[in-house]
């Protein structure tokens, strides 16, 4: 099976010639002859220079002509050995076309066709710059990033859908999921734990669209998130007091508002000492724990067949000992479970979910508890989750693109059939200046009941973290 479809490269335009001399006009009739003027010389017919090639046209051309030397039977995982065939066959090449190489234009090719080759070609370079946080694939011939909360457009370009369609065969193929016409969206993640989702026609009428979510080589710690704003350090403070008293949190927020960074975050006060149970669809965590048992939910197979749904997890990581249940995220009805969990003795568990506020998060829960099939009264639903969720992280993407934990809430209980919330920290936004969103993250005021739990367990916190002495 050879590497890479063969490339046609453009062929140089041809201009036409022109036509034969014009005619002279007759004399104006009554009026003397006038003598004819020498009429224009016919333009002659030129020979066309050959338009010089892009650079993108020789390289796809010198890129197939790699390709076809490269050796059939190497192991493409063995990329030292892979780069150095294809520097040799590179060099080879450029001498017999006898191309005029600046010796940059012969670095950046080589890397290019090398990026192909064993890598996810034109993505690359993005994967590899640390300061974009997204890459978005609109079709063949539009590539948007996302840098420092900002969409910006590149001059990156695939050769056409079928380029597209072989990097996303390549980033699918190592974890065993497919891509085609009857499965037409696909989950995956790259081996550093980046988030990959694509859509292929006839679903997306623009040619395949692939999104990625980065995450940095080496997860963000608390200091990180400090220096970016998203919370302060009497915050985080708390939330460690939170984790390490086995309290359940859900972190909530819109998508791409930096939930799964925040749980990370989260995770990473858990006690080294205990059991983790991570579920996801994508496995996407970067847990440092010494004990995590990491769990990824399967789709169905090319029959429609062998779907293992979050749910199911869910249940089975209920007979697996866990000390702490991690869920990356709740979309359906494996929050009935996960609320189940939460009531039954599995305390310290941590999950995210979409929701524009804290008290929405609250209202999604309730749906896919319904979504589960179990026919509850509203009322039971309510007091499952006033029982088992003690805490609300929600986090947002602010205008200017930065992202803040704007609530951090408290569920104190129900009265009557209301589930009672309570701020102990929030943003307070008070103005824009230069396009860049002011204000302070500050705490409420209000000590949360569970802080008792907090004394009891030996965790102390700073005195007047709520605003007060305590």
Do not use: W
């Amino acid at each position: 099976m050879s590497l890479l479809k063969r490339i046609e490269s453009a062929r140089p335009g041809q201009e036409s010639g022109g036509g034969a001399g014009v005619p002279v006009p007759a004399p104006p009739s009554g009026g003397a002859a006038t003598p004819p003027s020498a009429p224009p010389p016919a333009p002659r017919l030129m020979s066309q220079a050959p338009i010089r090639e892009s650079f993108r046209d020789v390289k796809f051309r010198i890129q197939n002509r790699v390709i076809q030397d490269l050796d059939p039977k190497l192991d493409l995982s063995n990329q030292v050995e892979v780069r150095r065939q294809i520097e040799e066959i590179f060099g080879k090449v450029i001498d017999e076309e006898g191309l005029a190489l600046t010796r940059a234009e012969r670095v950046r090719m080589l890397e290019q066709i090398t990026d192909e080759i064993i890598g996810l070609g034109p993505l690359e370079p993005l994967l590899r710059d640390e300061s974009i946080s997204e890459i978005m694939v609109n079709g063949p011939r539009q590539i948007y990033i996302e840098r420092a909360g900002k969409l910006e457009l590149t001059n990156v370009v695939f050769q056409n859908d079928d380029h597209v369609m072989r990097i996303i065969d390549r980033i699918i193929a190592p974890i065993g999921r497919r891509v085609d016409e009857s499965s037409p969206m696909v989950d995956a993640r790259l081996t550093d734990g980046s988030r990959v989702n694509a859509i292929i026609p006839p679903l997306s009428l623009i040619g395949p669209v692939i999104t990625i979510r980065k995450f940095a080589a080496t997860p963000f710690t608390v200091d990180d998130l400090i220096r970016f704003g998203t919370a302060t350090p009497e915050m985080f403070e708390f939330l460690r007091a939170c984790v390490e008293a086995r309290l359940n949190v859900f972190v909530s927020g819109g998508t791409g508002s930096g939930k799964t960074t925040t749980l990370n975050v989260l995770s990473s006060f858990i006690p080294n000492d205990e059991r983790i149970v991570t579920i996801e669809d994508a496995a996407e965590l970067q847990l440092r724990q010494e004990h995590v048992v990491t769990l990824e939910s399967r789709p169905p197979n090319i029959e429609g067949k062998g779907a293992i749904p979050i749910r199911e997890l869910v249940r089975n990581a209920l007979r697996m000992r866990p000390d702490r249940i991690v869920v990356g995220e709740c979309r359906s009805g494996e929050a009935l479970d996960m609320l189940q969990a939460m009531n039954t003795g599995h305390d310290g568990s941590l999950s995210t979910g979409h929701a524009n506020t804290p008290r929405d998060m609250l209202s999604r829960l309730e749906t896919m508890v319904l979504m589960a099939g179990v026919d509850l009264p509203v009322r039971a639903i309510r007091e499952q989750i006033a029982s088992a969720v003690d805490l609300i992280v929600h986090q947002s993407r602010l205008k200017d693109g930065t992202r803040r934990i704007t609530n951090i809430t408290e569920v104190q209980g129900m009265e009557g059939d209301v589930i009672v919330m309570q701020d102990v920290f929030v943003f307070d936004q008070t103005g824009v200046i230069d396009g860049k969103i002011q204000g302070r993250l500050k705490p409420t005021g209000i000590r949360p009941k569970f802080v008792e739990r907090f004394e009891t367990q030996g965790i102390h916190l700073a005195q007047g973290i709520f605003g007060y002495a305590y």
